[in-house]
């Protein structure tokens, strides 16, 4: 079963899936291997996350292990249709579209649960949250699931904290070879993709304003340096703050930087970031958009208010005139720009992301049933592993400690 936008996308998302998976050494090894040992044989995996070329991977590397998988897209504007249709026409159970409305989104995910799951995947807990808020007679046949990023994991550690987490989750993003990489480089050049496809400005000269300097900010605010940006960087973290400062970015409130900046990009997973007092200063032409999980980031709503118009300029870029004359341009209607205006991250930094959901969901496949529930982190020589196959398929080569060394090291008696 499935409903996708067009089936006759499927050999263009089947050419796309097989560029991700050249990209992609890491998986595609795990995916060899598990073709022999089957480690989730008997397993029925409902997965809800971006439906892009790299997922691809994973679902195919997933059905290879034995699952038996149902999916559907974690954002409404996030689905490559191509891709979708190419997982239909391999018969994977897929509910995925570009453009749906909310409603649709929660029948997508109703649909992955129809086959009562022993696993789940998500990206922002929302199928995960819809198990516990009105499925929980299936919980009961869940061994576990994993969770893909930051603020998914943030809203399970307080359903954890609650008492209300009824099966163990593996914080996939908290994995060093997850959230050191994909948050910080994947979400680096995929936003600033997304920003040029979406407005084709030019970047250098412009004040380009950043609010959230941890990982996903973090990686923009590299990215945007690099291409000749006027970096400024808005935070509520005094360590975070001080980072960027000592990275040489200009720090302040962000109602000051609202005045300044020609190019705005959130990325902080909390809402109201940007609203009414910060637009009504904005320089006629200011271009913002988010990229954290939801869009609550901007509040699009305070906007409207204030706006006398509003019409579409370009694909995945929206022209609001205020009252007062000026334009404010959002792109991706405030969704996460990577995605919505772009293709999501580069695969070969999902190759480690996807490494660890992989690893992630055969260790529950394997253990999970022993496993109290709660939030879990994967093991540290996971991480060691997924880099050094990184390293090898990438052919780097690093030394090793000498036996010598290896003494050295835990030698307290060693000084001056
Ligand atoms: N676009 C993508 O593809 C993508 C990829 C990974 C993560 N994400 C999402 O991006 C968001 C950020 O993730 P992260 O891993 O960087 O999290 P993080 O915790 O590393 O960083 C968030 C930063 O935002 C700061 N912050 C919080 N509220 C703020 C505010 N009001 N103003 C300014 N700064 C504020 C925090 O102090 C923190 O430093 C999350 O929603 C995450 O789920 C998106």
């Known amino acids: 079963m499935s409903k996708v936008a067009n089936l006759k996308l499927a050999d263009a998302g089947k050419l796309r899936i097989e560029w991700a998976e050249s990209r992609m050494p890491v ?3 795990l995916r060899e291997r598990a073709k022999k040992t089957q480690p989730l044989r008997g397993m029925r995996v409902a997965g809800c996350l971006h439906v892009t070329k790299e997922t691809a991977v994973l679902v195919r590397t997933l059905r290879a292990a034995g699952a038996e998988v149902s999916w559907s897209g974690c954002n409404p504007l996030s689905t490559q249709d191509d891709v979708a249709a190419a997982l239909a026409a391999e018969d994977t159970s897929i509910f995925a579209w570009h453009g749906m409305s909310k409603d649709d989104f929660y029948w997508c995910i109703e649909e992955t649960l129809k086959f009562s799951p022993t696993l789940t995947l998500d990206d922002g807990a929302d199928l995960i949250f819809t198990v516990h808020a009105k499925h929980q007679e299936l919980a009961k046949g869940v061994l576990g699931g994993t969770e893909e990023t930051t603020t998914g994991v943030h809203r399970l550690r307080a359903m954890a904290h609650d008492g209300k987490l009824l099966y163990p989750v593996i914080a996939v993003n908290d994995s060093e070879t997850k959230w050191d990489f994909d948050n910080v480089y994947g979400t680096g050049q995929s936003s600033i993709d997304g920003i040029l496809r979406a407005t084709s400005v030019l970047l250098a000269g412009k004040t380009f304003v950043v609010a959230g300097y941890g990982h996903c900010g973090r990686g923009v605010a590299s990215r945007a340096r690099g291409l000749g940006a006027n970096v400024v960087v808005t935070e509520i973290s005094p360590t975070q703050a001080l980072k960027a400062t000592l990275e040489g970015f200009r720090v302040m409130k962000m109602d000051e930087a609202a005045r300044i900046g020609d190019i705005f990009i959130t990325a902080t997973g909390m809402k109201d970031v940007i609203v009414e007092r910060h637009f009504a200063v904005m320089k006629d032409g200011a271009v913002i958009c988010n990229t954290g999980h939801y869009d609550c980031e901007l509040n699009l709503v305070e906007l409207e208010a204030m706006s006398k118009g509003k019409r579409e300029v370009r694909a995945n870029n929206e022209e609001y005139t205020l009252k007062n004359g000026h334009r404010i341009y959002v792109l991706a209607q405030g969704r996460l720009v990577n995605l919505a205006a772009a293709e999501g991250h580069p695969s070969e930094v999902m190759d480690m992301s996807f490494a660890n959901q992989f ?48 003494k050295y090291a835990t030698d307290y008696s060693a000084g001056t």
């Open 359 to 406: 690893q992630g969901l055969c260790k529950l496949a394997k253990e999970g049933k022993s496993m109290k529930p709660g939030v879990y982190e994967l093991p540290k020589e996971q991480d060691v592993e997924i880099a050094r196959l990184k390293l090898e398929t990438s052919g780097i080569a690093i030394d090793a400690l000498t036996p010598e060394q290896v």
């Open 27 to 29: 998986l595609m090894a």
